[in-house]
């Protein structure tokens, strides 16, 4: 059984556990460390970590003004787990937790290849929009 649980001020543990995640997902940057990784957790809108038997196998986080617009990144679920409903149900929780905050504009930049799996949770591509990043390592 899968449990949700949001991340407010992680420990130690939960910190080891996200860093893995980070780490595992190729989004772990030279220069990262757990204190910056807990930087991040505290300063976003909400976080939330997937467990399965008490392992953390997934992620997701959302940032935000706290007033109109939010945004959901970092979502990420262990290779194994995939395909059982994990990342949407990580998903789903973030919209849900913006719209109860008040956010009435929710987007995300869709990795390729994940489109349909956005789509099928109410996601539309935005038309005559492109997604930008400022700065030359423009990859990521
Ligand atoms: C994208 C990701 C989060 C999906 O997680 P998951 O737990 O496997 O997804 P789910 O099992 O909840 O899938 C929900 C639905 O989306 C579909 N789906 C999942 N990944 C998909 C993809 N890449 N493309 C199209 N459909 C996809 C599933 O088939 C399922 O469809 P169904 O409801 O008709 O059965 C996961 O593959 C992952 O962590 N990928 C690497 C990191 C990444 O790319 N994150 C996205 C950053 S924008």
Redesign the pocket.
């Known amino acids: 059984m899968i449990r949700y649980e949001w991340v407010w001020r992680p420990g130690a543990k939960a910190l080891r556990e996200i860093a893995g995640l980070y780490r595992a ?1 190729g989004w772990w940057e030279p220069g990262d460390t757990p204190q910056r990784i807990c930087r991040m957790v505290m300063g976003s809108h909400c976080f939330l970590l997937a467990r399965e038997r008490g392992r953390a196998v ?1 992620m ?1 986080r959302a940032i935000s003004d706290k007033t109109n617009d939010g945004y959901i ?7 194994k ?11 789903r929780r973030l919209a849900l937790r913006l719209r109860i905050d008040g956010l009435g504009w929710v987007g ?4 390729g ?6 789509e ?2 109410g996601f539309k591509k935005m038309p005559k929009h492109e997604p930008m990043r400022f700065g030359e390592s423009a990859s990521a």
Do not use: C, E, K, N
């Not at 990144?73 to 290779?79: A, L, N, R």
């Not at 290849?113 to 956005?118: A, P």
């Open positions: 997902a997934g997701g990144q970092d979502v990420f679920v262990s290779p787990l995939r395909g059982r409903g994990v990342g949407a149900q990580i998903v995300l930049i869709a990795v290849g994940t489109r349909r799996f956005y099928g949770l």
